[in-house]
C-alpha cells in the first residue's frame, strides 16, 4: 500500500478540518475522504446523545482511521431503500448485491404481473429461500419491493445461516425496517386472511443433510397450489421454490490473503468470506461423486480437463440442492468472471441440471436459461453479449466493463425472465 | 405503481406543531388535517394537507399524488404562490443514460466500497452530472436524476426555471430577514439609548426560535421519496416553508413595529 502524498493532508486539513487527516490513508483521496466525513457528520447529527457533536465525530474518525468500515463505525448500511444494521461478526451487504436483488425483484416482479390470474385468492405464494443469508438483507430487500409492487400476491421469504449472530441481526433488521414503515408487516398465519406473507430466519448449516431438508422441503403451498400444479408435467407431489439465492464465501485462502482490501481482511469475519476448504471429504463428495462419475462430463479447457477450484466447494452444494429441489429460478453469487465461467461449467456438466436449466439447445424450448450477470445491471438492462463456455453459448448481461457477479439459472418450462 | 387510495389518518386534528397552529388560527382559521402517510418509506413525515391545497394541487396537473404531495402550505397567500411555481421537473427515462463508472479492484466479497457515485448524462444536452451524495446506489440514482432534471430545466429556461423561481423566493426572503434584523438592532440601539431593552428582548426570543425550527428541517433535506412514486418532498416544502416564515416573521415584525409606533 503506497503512502499518501504528504500534500494531500495539508489540503485535506484546510478543506475538510483535523478529522481528514485521519481519514486520508484509509479513503486514499480527497473526495471519498469528503465523502465519509461527511456521512459520519450526518450519522452523529441524526443520532441523538450527551456526547458533544465534535467528540463523537472525533471518536468515529479514529476508528474508521484504524480501518474499521464505515458500515461498521455507523452500524448501518443502506440497502436498496432499506436500513440494514451491521454489526462486526457479520459479513456487510455490497452494493453489487444490493444491484441483482434489485434486477431480481423487477424480474419476479413481471412475470409474476404478466401470469397473474384474474381472482388473487388462486395466487400461489410466492416462495423465496436465501441461503448463507448473513445480515439477511437479500431476503429482506426482495420482500419489501415485491410485497409494495405486488400488492396481491402472498410471498414467503426465508432467510438461513449457520451463525446465530447472523439470524440474530436479521431478526433485528427485520424489525427495524417493520418499525421505521419500510415495508407491511407479515402476517400471521393462523388468520385465515387470503393474502399471506412470511418473512423467517432459520439457523443450518447447509452442508448438513439433515438440518435443510426440513426447511428445503416445505415452502409455505396451500391446498389449491398444489392441486393447479398436479396439472404441470415437472411438477411432483412437494412444492417448489421460485427463487432460490445465495451469496456464498467464494475466497479462496490465497485470495484471501492477496486480493481482500483490509478493511475486509482485518474487520470482516472469515466465515462468511472463505469456504472450509479443509474440509476435503465435502469437496471430493460434491464434487467427483455427484457430478462427474464419467470424466467426459467434464467441460475442456486448454489445460485439459477443468480445474475446479476449493473454493468452489459452496456453489457444488448449492447446485446439489438446486438438483434435487428444483427451484424455479436460481442465482448466485460468485466472485469474478473465471469463477462464474466455472459454476455454469458445473450446470452443463451434470446431465440432470443441464436438462432442468439449459434444456436440449432447441431453440426456445420456452424458457430454460443459464446466464452470467455482471456488477451494476440496474441502469445497464439492455447490454448483452454472447460467451463460449465450453461448446455452449451462454448470455452474459451487464455493462462490459463490469465484472463477472452472478450466475442465473431458470428452469425449462418457466417463462419471462 | 399502485397508491394506497387510504383516507388519510384523521387521528388527532391539529396536534402536531404547537406554534403552527398558533399561526393557523391567527391567519385564516383553515381547517388543519394531520395525518402520516401510511405505507412504507415517508413514514415518519407528518403529512399536512388542507382541502384547498388538495384542489391546488390537482387543479395544477399533479399525477394524483393527493396524500403527500400537498404542500406545507399555511396562509392564503403562500398557497397561491404554491400553485404559480411551475412543477418540479422531470426528464423522461429514454433522454438519459448512465455512464458507467468502473470501480476499481475486483469487487464484491473482495472489497467493502463506501463510495457507490452515480453518473447521469442527458441525451439531448449532454450535460453530466455525478452524484455521490448518499452511501446507497439506489437513492444516489433517484437524487441524480432530480438534480439533472433541474440542470436541464435551468438550462433550457434560464429565467423562468422552476431554480430560479425558487432562487428569487429564497432571497427574497433572506432579504426581508436582514430587513427585519437590520429594524430590530435599530431598535434595540435607539431603546438602549432611550429607556433600557425590556420590550426588545420577547421579539429576540421569537425570531430565534423560527431560525432553529428552520435549520432543523434543512438538516433532513436528503429525504428519499417513499416507494409508492412520490417526489422527494424535501426541498419544495422547506422553499415553502421558508417562504411562509419569511412572509409570517415579516408580518410580525411589521405588525410588532406598528405596535411600537
Redesign the interface.
Given at each position: 500500500m503506497s503512502r499518501v502524498k504528504p500534500q494531500l493532508f495539508w489540503q485535506g486539513r484546510k478543506k475538510l478540518g483535523l478529522n481528514a487527516a485521519k481519514l486520508l490513508p484509509v479513503c486514499r483521496t480527497l473526495?471519498?475522504t469528503a465523502?465519509?466525513l461527511r456521512?459520519i457528520k450526518q450519522h452523529v447529527?441524526?443520532t441523538p446523545s450527551i456526547i458533544p457533536f465534535g467528540a463523537r465525530v472525533w471518536k468515529l474518525c479514529d476508528k474508521r482511521g484504524k480501518g474499521l468500515?464505515?458500515?461498521y463505525v455507523l452500524g448501518n448500511?443502506?440497502?436498496?431503500?432499506l436500513e440494514i444494521k451491521c454489526q462486526p461478526g457479520v459479513?456487510?451487504p455490497?452494493?453489487?448485491t444490493?444491484?441483482y436483488t434489485?434486477h431480481l425483484s423487477n424480474i419476479l416482479r413481471r412475470s409474476a404481473v404478466s401470469s397473474s390470474k384474474s381472482d388473487p385468492a388462486d395466487q400461489q405464494p410466492l416462495n423465496i429461500i436465501d441461503l448463507c443469508t448473513g445480515t439477511g438483507c437479500i431476503p429482506l430487500l426482495l420482500y419489501?419491493q415485491l410485497s409494495?409492487?405486488l400488492?396481491f400476491q402472498s410471498l414467503n421469504v426465508v432467510g438461513v445461516d449457520i451463525s446465530q449472530k447472523a439470524i440474530n441481526l436479521s431478526r433485528q433488521n427485520l424489525h427495524h425496517n417493520l418499525g421505521?414503515?419500510?415495508?407491511?408487516a407479515p402476517s400471521d398465519k393462523s388468520k385465515s386472511h387470503p393474502l399471506q406473507r412470511s418473512l423467517h430466519f432459520l439457523k443450518a448449516d447447509i452442508f448438513s443433510s439433515s438440518a435443510v431438508d426440513p426447511i428445503l422441503s416445505t415452502p409455505v403451498c396451500s391446498e389449491q397450489c398444489a392441486a393447479q400444479e398436479a396439472e404441470e408435467q415437472q411438477q411432483q407431489q412437494q412444492p417448489t421454490w421460485d427463487l432460490l439465492t445465495s451469496?456464498p464465501?467464494?475466497?479462496s485462502p490465497s485470495?484471501f490473503l492477496v486480493?481482500?482490501?483490509r478493511?475486509?481482511r482485518n474487520w470482516?469475519p472469515k466465515l462468511?468470506?472463505v469456504p472450509p476448504v479443509e474440509r476435503v471429504d465435502l469437496h471430493q463428495k460434491h464434487f467427483y461423486h455427484h457430478y462427474y462419475p464419467d470424466d467426459e462430463n467434464l467441460l475442456p479447457t486448454q489445460k485439459g480437463n477443468v480445474e475446479y477450484e476449493e473454493e468452489d466447494v459452496f456453489f457444488a452444494r448449492l447446485l446439489e440442492i438446486a438438483r434435487t429441489y428444483r427451484p424455479k429460478r436460481v442465482l448466485m453469487?460468485?466472485?469474478?468472471m473465471e469463477q462464474a465461467k466455472r459454476v455454469v461449467g458445473m450446470v452443463l456438466g451434470d446431465g440432470k441440471l443441464r436438462k432442468l436449466y439449459f434444456g436440449e439447445g432447441t431453440e426456445e424450448e420456452k424458457g430454460g436459461t443459464v446466464q452470467i450477470w455482471r456488477?451494476?445491471l440496474?441502469?445497464?438492462e439492455g447490454y448483452e453479449e454472447i460467451m463460449d463456455i465450453g461448446k455452449e453459448k451462454i448470455v452474459v448481461k451487464g455493462?462490459p466493463?463490469?465484472?463477472g457477479?452472478s450466475v442465473y439459472l431458470r428452469r425449462v418450462g418457466v417463462v419471462d425472465a | 405503481?399502485?397508491k394506497t387510495t387510504l383516507p388519510l389518518r384523521l387521528s388527532s386534528v391539529s396536534f402536531g406543531i404547537g406554534p403552527a397552529l398558533g399561526r393557523i388560527l391567527k391567519y385564516g382559521d383553515l381547517p388543519f388535517i394531520s395525518g402520516f402517510a401510511?405505507?412504507?418509506?415517508a413514514?415518519?413525515r407528518p403529512v399536512i394537507a388542507t382541502p384547498v391545497c388538495i384542489v391546488a394541487v390537482t387543479a395544477a396537473g399533479r399525477p394524483g399524488t393527493v396524500t403527500a404531495a400537498a404542500p406545507f402550505t399555511t396562509t392564503a397567500a403562500s398557497w397561491l404562490k404554491a400553485w404559480q411555481m411551475p412543477p418540479r421537473p422531470k426528464l423522461p427515462e429514454d433522454e438519459l443514460e448512465?455512464v458507467?463508472l468502473?470501480?476499481s479492484?475486483?469487487?464484491?466479497?473482495?472489497?467493502?466500497?463506501?463510495?457507490?457515485a452515480v453518473q447521469l448524462r442527458h441525451i439531448p444536452t449532454n450535460i453530466v452530472i455525478k452524484c455521490?451524495e448518499?452511501?446507497?446506489?439506489?437513492?444516489n440514482?433517484k437524487l441524480a436524476r432530480e438534480i439533472l432534471a433541474a440542470k436541464v430545466d435551468f438550462h433550457l429556461n434560464g429565467d423562468k426555471s422552476r431554480v430560479a423561481i425558487v432562487g428569487n423566493v429564497k432571497k427574497k426572503k433572506a432579504d426581508s430577514k436582514a430587513k427585519k434584523a437590520r429594524r430590530k438592532y435599530k431598535k434595540l440601539e435607539e431603546e438602549k439609548a432611550g429607556k433600557g431593552g425590556a420590550g426588545a428582548g420577547e421579539q429576540l426570543v421569537d425570531g430565534e426560535e423560527g431560525r432553529e425550527v428552520e435549520e432543523g428541517e434543512e438538516?433532513e433535506e436528503w429525504e428519499?421519496a417513499?416507494?409508492?412514486g412520490e417526489e422527494v418532498e424535501g426541498h419544495e416544502e422547506e422553499i415553502q416553508e421558508e417562504a411562509n416564515k419569511g412572509e409570517e416573521a415579516e408580518k410580525r415584525g411589521r405588525s410588532a413595529d406598528a405596535a411600537k409606533q
Open positions: 473526495e471519498s465523502n465519509e456521512w447529527a441524526e468500515p464505515l458500515a448500511q443502506p440497502f436498496g431503500d459479513l456487510i455490497r452494493t453489487e444490493e444491484s434489485i419489501s409494495r409492487s400488492p421505521a414503515h419500510r415495508f407491511p451469496n464465501p467464494y475466497i485470495g486480493s481482500t482490501s478493511s475486509v470482516e462468511a468470506l453469487e460468485v466472485g469474478d456488477d451494476d440496474v441502469g445497464f455493462h466493463e463490469g465484472h457477479r | 405503481m399502485m401510511l405505507g412504507s418509506g413514514g415518519r448512465e458507467y468502473k470501480g479492484g475486483p469487487g464484491g466479497q473482495k472489497i467493502n466500497k463506501t463510495n457507490s455521490q448518499t452511501r446507497s446506489r439506489t437513492q440514482r438538516g428519499v417513499d416507494a409508492e
